[in-house]
């Protein structure tokens, strides 16, 4: 190799070492990223924090909270990962999955699939008679009895709550929750 070839290398090596850590950050980035699931799994686990339920409804004391998931297995693997820490709080959550028609009994939280909402209106109807907190991801569900409602808005998942689907569960949900929602709809008098 030449002296001009050495010199050249000797430029552009810095460049090709910058450039080289900036693709390996950003390879790390993105696989470190969270998924969709994983980020609603996260949401879905700190909901219990920001509901209050009535007596008879409301998840024991330092006790379970029981999550149930139907028609969403990806969300529900991210929340088996998460159930495994324990909350000295408000004690474990524990993840039950479901089929439409499965009971409710036992159930504090229930997130409905998008691909089984049109199948789901039993579950609705007797979430809300029990007092469960209903989380979809489907456009109109909050119009149908769900209280949280995920969507992607900016490639961010968002929720909207409905504080009317809230009060006809008995479910009272915290103003800091209310905060961060993007769209909050109340009753229509």
Do not use: C
């Not at 990962?81 to 499965?102: E, H, I, N, Q, S």
């Not at 199948?119 to 907190?133: E, F, Q, T, V």
């Amino acid at each position: 190799m030449s002296a001009a070839s050495n010199k050249f290398v000797l430029r552009l090596l810095p460049a090709l070492l910058f450039a080289l850590a900036w693709l390996a950050a950003a390879g790390a980035q993105a696989q470190f990223a969270p998924t969709e699931d994983a980020v609603k799994a996260a949401y879905l686990s700190k909901l219990r924090h920001y509901v209050e339920w009535p007596a008879r409804a409301a998840p024991p004391a330092e006790g379970r909270t029981v999550i149930g998931i139907v028609g969403a297995d990806e969300v529900a693997d991210n929340l088996g990962k998460l159930a495994a820490v324990r909350d000295p709080v408000r004690g474990t959550l524990a993840v039950r999955r479901l089929r439409p028609g499965d009971a409710l009994e036992g159930v504090h939280i229930l997130y409905i699939g998008d691909a089984w909402f049109t199948r789901a209106g039993a579950m609705l109807d007797a979430a809300s008679a029990r007092s469960i907190l209903v989380v979809t991801e489907t456009d109109g569900a909050l119009g149908r009895g769900s209280v949280i409602n995920f969507r992607v808005a900016e490639e961010r998942i968002r929720f909207d709550i409905s504080l009317d689907s809230a009060d006809k569960a008995g479910l009272r949900v915290s103003s800091q929750l209310l905060s961060l929602a993007a769209t909050v709809i109340k009753e229509k008098r």
